[in-house]
């Protein structure tokens, strides 16, 4: 008997179409309850900062939001070239679908960056190589989603939409070594071992939980967009 | 338990407009986000 999956099948977008309703209803109530769980331990296991105070709290969004705008980039940027590369259908949905809440994403990890940073830097922006590559993200983000929206024919915005997205993607790896490349405001990666291990395994855990609640929002959101995608055009 | 009482809670040592403002924008953005997408799933139904 053969055991082998049939990939295949889903890449038809109808046959799809009802799993990513079931997946996306499952992801929304799983980020819920880690969110529930994140918060409680980045409010309230979570110690005070010794430098920062209680603005650091912060983190338990900012940083999983950062990863989630660079990752969901990727993501979009993959399925685009797939769909580009092998002209399946479901994958420039995929693409399309992933964007809105890339941006969103990006958005948020600017907006929490500049909230935080006003208290901590004295300054809510900065042209520093950290920040400015983000907000060239967020415009990545919107450059790819208006250049779709621009073009009527669906499957000739796609592939033009994959190009961009193909390009851009050379500024993630700017993105997450832009701290050690260039002399930033912006401090050093986060997650590290060298600070006190009874503050950062708390602080690590809240954070990881806000991490895994943001990407299967993402998930949810993704899908219960594809799914919109895929009825608006088939 | 880090808090002395919801006051303190909230006034997060005297940051916490940074902290909720934080909070706010990010839970508002991510249901505007969840309301849009419960309209459009309902419109391409229709």
């Known amino acids: 008997m053969s055991t082998t999956i049939k990939w295949f099948w889903f890449a038809s977008p109808q046959t799809f179409f009802p799993l990513a309703g079931t997946l996306a209803r499952w992801s929304g109530v799983l980020a819920a309850l880690l969110a529930v769980a994140g918060l409680y331990v980045g409010f309230f296991v979570a110690p005070t900062d010794a430098q920062q105070g209680e603005v650091y709290r912060i983190i338990f969004i900012h940083v999983p ?11 979009m940027a ?31 990890a600017l907006w929490t ?38 073009i009527d024919d669906p499957r000739r915005a796609d592939r033009a939409g994959a190009v961009l997205a193909i390009v851009g993607v050379v500024n ?26 009874s503050m950062a395994s708390t602080m690590l855990t809240g954070m990881l939980l806000m991490a895994l609640a943001f990407w299967l929002y993402s998930i949810a959101a993704s899908l219960a967009r594809v799914r919109c995608i895929i009825r608006e055009r088939e | 338990m880090n808090w002395g ?31 849009l997408l419960r309209r459009r799933a309902r419109e391409a139904k229709a």
């Open chain 1, 65 to 75: 939001a950062a990863w989630m705008s660079m990752f969901l980039y990727v993501v």
């Open chain 1, 78 to 108: 993959f399925w685009a070239a797939i769909g580009l590369a092998f002209n399946t259908r479901l994958s420039s949905m995929m693409a399309s679908a992933i964007a809105p809440t890339g941006a969103l994403f990006t958005f948020l």
């Open chain 1, 113 to 150: 960056g500049a909230l935080w940073g006003r208290p901590t830097w004295g300054a809510y922006w900065v042209w520093d190589a950290r920040l400015t590559s983000e907000l060239f993200l967020l415009f990545l983000y919107l450059g790819f989603m208006a250049l779709q929206a621009a």
């Open chain 1, 172 to 197: 993630v790896p700017i993105i997450y070594y832009s701290v050690q490349w260039w002399n930033t405001l912006h401090q050093g990666a986060s997650v590290s071992l060298t600070r006190a291990p």
């Open chain 2, 5 to 35: 009482g919801w006051s303190e809670f909230w006034a997060m040592g005297g940051k916490g407009f940074y902290v909720w403002g934080s909070y706010a924008v990010t839970f508002a953005a991510l249901a505007i986000e969840v309301y």
